[in-house]
């Protein structure tokens, strides 16, 4: 019971770690993958953001 629960706990951080690397939705790093994601491979959500936040801006 002890061992699952480290276990879980482990990659309970592990996951948290690899989420810290992902750039913030709508930054210039995130905008700059999208484009090299193969548009087939976006959700409906990803592309709503790609659209909201890298090419309807003013920047």
Avoid at 7 to 24: H, Q, R, V
Avoid at 27 to 38: G, L, T, V
Wanted: charged content about 25%.
């Amino acid at each position: 019971m002890t061992k699952k629960i480290i276990c879980l706990a482990l990659l309970s951080l592990f996951t948290l770690g690899l989420a810290a690397c992902d750039p913030e939705v709508g930054s210039k790093e995130w905008c700059a993958e999208m484009k090299e994601k193969p548009k087939g491979d976006w959700s409906a959500n990803e592309a709503a953001d790609y659209a909201k936040n890298c090419v309807l801006t003013s920047d």
